[in-house]
């Protein structure tokens, strides 16, 4: 499955974001798909999950309470909300898919820039 991450950019501290991972060429059918994000000089780290199947959540303890993951059967897409943002949440955020057999993401999207200015 090819993923499309979008909806990043310039937001001051306290704002709010919505990121979309979209899946071209087919539905998400039974995958999990994920949040992650990498910022400058450190790992990726995971934020959050969601199943197709049943929309089950799961979420880093470092964002709970302020994102919100959800997805949307009619545009095929797994959003991630993004409250009260803080400078340190500055990062690429990718979205990430596996089959829910699977603990390793096998799938990938290009990374979509969120800034946030203090």
């Known amino acids: 499955v090819q993923l499309q991450a979008s909806g990043g950019g310039l937001v001051q501290a306290g704002g709010s974001l919505r990121l979309s991972c979209a899946a071209s060429?087919?539905?998400?059918?039974?995958?999990?798909v994920a949040w992650f994000r990498q910022a400058p000089g450190k790992e990726r780290d995971f934020l959050a999950y969601?199943?197709?199947?049943?929309?089950?959540?799961y979420y880093a303890d470092s964002v709970k309470g302020r994102f919100t993951i959800s997805r949307d059967n009619a545009r095929n897409t797994v959003d991630l909300q993004m409250n009260s943002l803080k400078s340190e949440d500055t990062a690429v955020y990718y979205c990430?898919?596996?089959?829910?057999?699977?603990?390793?993401?096998?799938?990938w999207g290009q990374g979509t820039q969120v800034t946030v200015s203090s």
């Open positions: 969601i199943t197709w199947i049943g929309g089950r959540t």
């Open positions: 060429g087919r539905t998400f059918g039974t995958y999990v």
């Open positions: 990430a898919a596996r089959r829910p057999e699977k603990s390793m993401y096998d799938y």
